[in-house]
């Protein structure tokens, strides 16, 4: 039988100490757990993020013609471009890495309580952040080259083509994800492991890499169509998948997880 002090009516400090210990090491492991990013609440962010996925369907549809005729000369020049959209979006849309937006969810305010200045909040540096993001999206690529040659890419031939598809699956799938997550270990465990919660940046990955999986489909049939060289039908995969799994992300699967 535990002794109780007679004065104070309580239990022995080691157990109170021991409780408290188990509560702020399970709040710590609650903090480390990755989470949904949201997107910023601000009426231009809200606009982009409807815009955004039009400009980039467009910017697909309006190249086709050129990607079939020449495809390594239309991916290199496409290149900028879709780095500035994406750019452009995760700065306006997405909390960085650090930022209070990024590091805790955003709450409720209670009666007389006052919401955080910019002064009070984390800011961290966009641009360098934004250059990391790139550095990081750019050196990944090479994962998604061996990825490619593992779905049965060719891997003595149309080396350039499979390395600039790469980085367009790069640029989307995972620059939003560099960018809010930066090089959180446990953030990204999560993340390669699929165990992450979903959201526009994660569910935009896993619908590029399972829309590039898809756009195989079409190569080995026997219709003799130009347009069926690779990877012209893998890149519209890329880029139909991506803006499918980030509408879905940022709305039905919001704050899911695989099996959930």
Known sequence: MPLIDPVTMSAPSGKTAAAGSGQKTASLDDEALCRAMPILPSPLAQAIRQVHPVILLSLSYLRFGALVRDP?????????????LQVAYA???L??????AAVQPAKKL???EKRKTVADANTPNITSTVVVALGLSMFATFGFQIFFVLFGA?????IPQTTLCSMHLSLLGLFPLFYTHG?????????????????????????????????????P??????????PITILCGVYGGYVV????????????????
Do not use: M
Request: proline letters at 8%; a neutral charge.
């Open 91 to 93: 700065v306006i849309c």
């Open 95 to 100: 909390p960085a890495a650090g930022s209070s």
């Open 110 to 112: 209670r009666p007389g």
């Open 221 to 230: 049939l026997d219709w003799d169509r130009e347009w069926q060289k690779w």
């Open 245 to 260: 799994g980030k509408l879905i992300g940022g709305t039905l699967a919001y704050g899911k997880k695989f099996g959930a």
């Open 154 to 158: 060719p891997l003595l031939t149309h």
């Open 183 to 219: 090089i959180s270990t446990s953030d990204w465990l999560e993340i390669l492991g699929a165990r992450a919660p979903f959201d526009e940046a994660f569910g935009g990955l896993i619908g590029g890499c399972v829309g590039a999986w898809a756009g195989a489909v079409p190569i």
């Open 72 to 84: 390594v000369p239309t991916l290199l020049n496409s290149l900028p471009v879709v780095a500035a």
